[in-house]
């Protein structure tokens, strides 16, 4: 199953380090890529720099237009904002997905037509947060967990430690 996201209304002038951590919480927890509407190379370049020393293969693709991102998935949409359906109420359907699945996330106000072509219109609570915390809570749902177990076939390797920093280099 791929789970990919797309970032809207990103604001280079405003939304550099959250939008970086969209993709970076994405690929941490188990997403494959993100759409980026913005033409901002810098995101993509931050990102693409931990995914080539961390590994995996998480794919940035920025300057898309939303529109047919969202025409041509062949999966399922889900957008998250905090006027959708209850998360907890939803969990036991996102768990049995067995399709794509495209996460769409705002920055600024997210148009009308979004919640009419997404197939779910998901909340983590019904209070205004963070894009970046409501991706996370939502990929560990649909992944009930695993995810945090996925390995990562990169040239960087911590080693888990209880009172350490362990780092290791492979060729
Ligand atoms: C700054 S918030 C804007 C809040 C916006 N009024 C909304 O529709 O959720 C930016 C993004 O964070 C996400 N977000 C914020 N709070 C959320 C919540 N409680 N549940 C799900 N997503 C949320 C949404 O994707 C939203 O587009």
Redesign the pocket.
């Known amino acids: 199953m791929d789970i990919k996201i797309l970032r809207m209304g990103h604001r280079p002038q405003r939304d550099q380090r959250i939008t970086t951590h969209v993709g970076l919480v994405g690929r941490a927890f188990g997403a494959n890529g993100l759409f980026l509407t913005s033409s901002d190379e810098k995101i993509k370049k931050s990102i693409d720099d931990v995914s080539s020393r961390f590994g995996g293969d998480f794919e940035v693709k920025v300057g898309v237009s939303w529109r047919s991102v969202l025409k041509n998935w062949s999966g399922l949409i889900v957008h ?5 359906e209850r998360l907890v109420d939803k969990s036991s359907e996102l768990k049995s997905i067995d399709q794509d699945i495209l996460v ?4 600024e ?2 148009p009308g037509r979004v919640y009419e072509l997404a197939d779910l219109n ?10 970046i915390a ?1 991706l996370a809570v939502l990929l560990d749902r649909i992944y009930d967990g695993k995810q945090l177990k996925k390995h990562f076939d990169g040239q960087v390797k911590v080693v888990p430690s209880e009172n350490d920093k362990k780092v290791k280099y492979l060729d």
């Not at 998250?80 to 959708?84: A, E, N, P, S």
């Open positions: 998250l904002t905090m006027y959708g769409v996330v705002g920055a106000k997210v998901i909340s983590v609570t019904n209070q205004p947060h963070s894009e409501a």
